[in-house]
């Protein structure tokens, strides 16, 4: 019988779920604030998108270093820090200079948002394991799943509301500012940096374990150059070399030679060779990509909703929410089906879903019912909750006990930095349309109107094609469900 732990378990978990909040509005926050913020800066939606491309990317390199930093630092330590970290990156973007020329000091501050998020969540799963023992886990998990699965739900919609109208309470004010995006979060962070001294314990064993320092240079630099050319798509175009195709090579030259030091060490920093088990990659492909389709739209349609619509912020984020909400009850109803139907169906009915509500999208115009946005929105958030939760059970499934950590930080890793690159891919590909087909400034003095009329069919030539993209991922999923294996199979 195992020994129970002599401190508070409820009180760890209690100020780590509350952390993990903040964190997880600030993953999502910022989809529906775009317009609002490219206004605010005086730039262009692919510019303002870096704000997102770039915190996905940064949280994404940090999920296998954060296994490194579980062992070597020690638990209460690293969550203070953490929490630190986050409440600055908050505290930078919120109170950016409002202009193009600053701009760069709010990415930056949600670079440092995302290194802490990157630290935090993986972190919260791995105490998580240590705190509880089998029999118990699964009701802790659950708080989890619920508190960073509803984000999707909360995160747009609440900024939304933020932005529609001042707001009073108790007589203070909450501004329809952009600033106050950032000001929930902040005093839950605050409220997280008081009590996380007192009531985080060192729950994870510290191990003397080494950094490969160079490995960690190698996929930082690949990445972010690799990520750097596709954000340059939108000023530069696709021919660029210098901007786009040169960063791009490099990018991967780099990631090459990390997969090769992977491969020779020891130890190595991301174990590339789970990727060796067809069972484990195939599901990871499929997984990838139901995040990229999920991510691209849920990113691009609120600035489709706002920019060509004409909707509010709050019209735009509630007509996201029920999608959200829709995945968010169907991801624990997922693991039931799964286990009835196997992962192999149940994975080709959400590609199928994820398909069929997408298709509709590259038809869009500016006066499309808002219903119909909704109820196909709500359609595709289906079949991302009828994908994501198989898939990854399939995949961590297909290898031993002892591989769960190496192919959870692989295959986290993977999610995040492609789900980085979509973004910055479809916003490239919006801008660089937008940019192209928009009208000399000589037709907006001579012909308003009809200026107008050519840079709102521009905008939506843009999105069309952005969702275009989207489906592609629906498709190319679809097909390689017809390769996956159920658990049974791939043992």
Same mark, same amino acid.
Request: net charge positive.
């Given at each position: ?168 309470? &108790?007589? *203070?004010? $909450? /501004? ?5 995006? %950032? +000001? ?5 962070? @605050?409220? =997280? ?20 320092? &160079?490995? *960690?240079? $190698? /996929? ?5 150059? %690799? +990520? ?5 798509? @939108?000023? =530069? ?255």
């Amino acid at each position: 019988m195992e020994n129970k732990p002599t401190y508070n378990r409820g009180l760890v978990l209690a100020i780590m779920l509350i952390a993990a909040i903040a964190g997880a509005l600030m993953q999502t926050s910022l989809g529906t604030a775009l317009p609002t913020l490219m206004k605010a800066f005086d730039i262009d939606l692919s510019t303002a998108q870096q704000a997102t491309t770039w915190f996905l990317l940064a949280n994404g390199m940090m999920v296998p270093l954060s296994a490194y930093l579980a062992k070597k630092v020690k638990t209460k330590t690293l969550h203070v820090v953490a929490y630190a970290m986050l409440l600055a990156g908050v505290l930078i973007s919120m109170f950016t200079p409002e202009n193009a020329d600053s701009w760069w000091i709010f990415v930056a501050g949600r670079i440092l948002a995302a290194i802490a998020v990157g630290i935090m969540m993986p972190l919260l799963q791995i105490v998580i394991v240590n705190m509880y023992g089998q029999d118990e886990r699964g009701a802790a998990m659950g708080m989890m799943g619920l508190v960073v699965g509803m984000a999707p739900a909360i995160g747009p919609t609440l900024t939304g509301w933020i932005l529609d109208k001042d707001h009073s309470f &108790l007589g *203070l004010t $909450l /501004s329809a500012h952009w600033q106050s995006i %950032f +000001l929930i979060p902040a005093i839950i962070l @605050a409220i =997280a940096v008081v009590l996380a001294p007192i009531m985080m314990k060192n729950v994870v064993p510290n191990q003397n374990v080494s950094l490969d320092v &160079l490995s *960690l240079v $190698l /996929s930082t630099v690949g990445f972010g150059f %690799f +990520l750097w050319g596709f954000t340059n798509v @939108a000023t =530069a175009g696709w021919g660029d070399f210098a901007q786009v195709i040169a960063p791009i090579i490099v990018g991967i030259a780099f990631l090459l030679v990390f997969v090769w030091r992977q491969l020779k060490l020891d130890v190595p920093f991301l174990d590339v060779r789970v990727f060796k088990v067809k069972s484990f990659t195939t599901p990871t492909i499929a997984l990838i990509l139901a995040m990229m389709a999920m991510f691209g739209v849920e990113m691009m349609l609120p600035t489709y909703l706002q920019n060509v619509r004409g909707m509010s912020a709050l019209n735009s984020g509630l007509t996201l929410m029920w999608g959200a909400l829709f995945m968010g009850f169907l991801s624990p109803v997922a693991g039931v089906l799964c286990n009835k139907f196997g992962v192999k169906l149940l994975s080709f009915v959400g590609f199928g879903l994820l398909f069929v509500g997408t298709l509709p999208y590259i038809f869009l115009t500016a006066e499309t019912p808002t219903i119909i946005v909704t109820v196909l929105y709500a359609i595709r958030m289906a079949g991302v909750a009828l994908t994501l939760m198989p898939l990854t059970t399939a995949a961590m499934s297909a290898l031993p006990d002892e591989k769960a950590s190496d192919a959870t930080a692989a295959n986290n890793t993977l999610r995040q930095v492609s789900t980085s690159i979509v973004v910055a891919l479809m916003t490239s590909v919006v801008q660089n349309i937008i940019n192209n087909q928009t009208p000399g400034k000589a037709l907006k003095l001579s012909d308003p109107i009809a200026y107008a009329s050519k840079v709102l069919t521009a905008s939506l030539d843009g999105f069309q094609a952005a969702f275009a993209i989207s489906l592609a991922f629906a498709v190319i999923g679809l097909v390689i469900t017809f390769f996956i294996k159920n658990q049974k199979e791939a043992k």
